[in-house]
């Protein structure tokens, strides 16, 4: 009975979503001002429509919300926030291309893009060209690394903090010796694998396998997958480490259920998830004799009542809840802006000095402790008290940013797990 109803909740809001949101294109309507500091948002809407297009109303919600505020004033000029879509297609040329368009219009703040194989061309264009740039989705170490000069950032983990905690949650809770990695080959795959390949082996354990997937399938349920999962269960292990999209997830469950050696192994593995999993498609989709060997990662809102304030006024908004990083995408809006109301400034170069200092940070990414906490939705209570000359720690919708020397967020982490067909968070890490 709780199936259905999960079920027929998800198709209502489907069909609530689709009605709402289903032409959103690089010509959207933008609304007109008269002075206003335009932001592009790129996603790869071709690619994940619906979850993009929420992601994306994420920042709308924000840069609505500061314009209903009185916008902010610049050198005693009065601006609105004016948002730019445009359509990666999940492509790193087609990436650099919207980026270089962007640029060429005079636009020199980016929020964006969804995937992390995207995100390390547009992101060594935009340190190119001086232009600011901060993904709400894209989680790939290469960023953590770049020699971008301050001007990439993040609101969403990096998955060096996702795939550091994994391997040391499974040696250290679980007590596991033995693993196989099976993940999907393109940049967020190769990058994620390696790092619980690293990290796991560095504190003792052993991968037995690390094998790889195309990435760049059409249709999954498709492919043939006896040669991956015959090398990658050809030796037993305590748990697998699956990297896959949440599309992608269900169908791999039912691959390796399906599996001749799978079926034949007495002592079933541990199946790992990666960071971006939608729970409640995977009960409704994966196979149900595998559910409750599932271990989740994820960042958590648990006790967050920013994201709960969010929650509500998206729905308020837009008539249906907001999809995972959707407020990663609107912390992204008012981070910046509330340092170009630090720097009176609307230049890259004077808003990267103090996006640590609004987010709650020094230089270092330690706690700054005088400052005046801003909740969501509370631009005007910002902006009063920035006028003022005091300081801000923004506590945004995704939780404490607390931005690192790196332009990385310092998140609260939850593993998961599945029990009885529900989702259960087993334990955290961070605040």
């Not at 094998?211 to 030796?235: C, H, M, Q, R």
């Not at 498609?281 to 060997?293: D, W």
Request: with cysteine; charged share 20%.
């Amino acid at each position: 009975m709780k199936k259905h109803k999960l079920i027929i909740s998800l198709i209502f809001l489907f069909f609530l979503f689709s009605i709402g949101c289903e032409k959103l294109e690089e010509d959207y309507n933008i609304p007109q001002y008269d002075h206003s500091i335009k932001i592009g948002v790129v996603g790869d809407v071709s690619v994940l429509r619906e979850q993009v297009e929420n992601m994306f109303f994420g920042a709308k919600l924000a840069s609505e919300e500061i314009n209903q505020m009185g916008g902010l004033d610049i050198n005693n000029k009065n601006y609105r926030i004016e948002l730019i879509f445009k359509n990666s297609g999940g492509s790193p040329e087609e990436g650099v291309k919207v980026t270089n368009e962007l640029i060429n219009d005079g636009i020199n703040i980016i929020i964006g893009p969804t995937f992390s194989s995207v995100a390390v061309e547009m992101a060594e264009l935009c340190v190119e060209n001086e232009a600011l740039m901060m993904t709400y989705s894209a989680t790939t170490p290469e960023l953590t690394l770049l020699n971008d000069q301050d001007f990439i950032w993040r609101t969403c983990p990096s998955d060096h903090t996702f795939g550091t905690i994994s391997a040391q949650y499974c040696i250290d809770s679980l007590l596991y010796e033995k693993a196989a990695i099976f993940y999907r080959n393109d940049r967020f795959g190769q990058g994620l694998s390696s790092i619980i390949n690293e990290n796991f082996q560095e504190l003792g354990g052993h991968i037995t396998n690390y094998v790889l997937y195309p990435g760049d399938i059409p249709n999954l349920e498709s492919y043939n997958f006896s040669y991956e999962l015959n090398t990658l269960l050809s030796e037993e292990v305590d748990v697998i480490f699956i990297i896959a999209f949440s599309s992608e997830v269900a169908v791999l469950t039912n691959e390796i259920y399906n599996n001749e050696l799978y079926q034949q192994i007495e002592n079933k593995p541990k199946l790992f998830l990666n960071d971006g999993i939608v729970p409640e498609e995977l009960i409704i989709n994966g196979n149900p004799e595998m559910l409750e060997t599932v271990i989740g990662i994820t960042s958590t809102n648990e006790g967050n009542t920013n994201y709960n304030m969010y929650k509500e006024n998206y729905i308020e908004r837009f008539g249906f809840s907001p999809s995972t990083y959707s407020e990663h995408a609107y912390d992204a809006v008012y981070s910046i802006v509330y340092a170009m109301l630090r720097a009176s400034s609307e230049e890259p170069e004077d808003i990267i000095e103090f996006l640590r200092e609004i987010s709650g940070s020094d230089l270092c990414g330690d706690i700054i402790t005088d400052q005046v906490v801003i909740n969501v939705n509370e631009f005007d209570v910002a902006k009063n008290i920035i006028e003022k000359g005091q300081t801000i720690d923004y506590e945004g919708a995704s939780g404490p940013l607390n931005f690192d020397c790196n332009g990385d967020p310092a998140p609260k982490i939850v593993i998961w797990g599945i029990e009885n067909n529900e989702y259960k968070e087993i334990t955290y890490y961070g605040k």
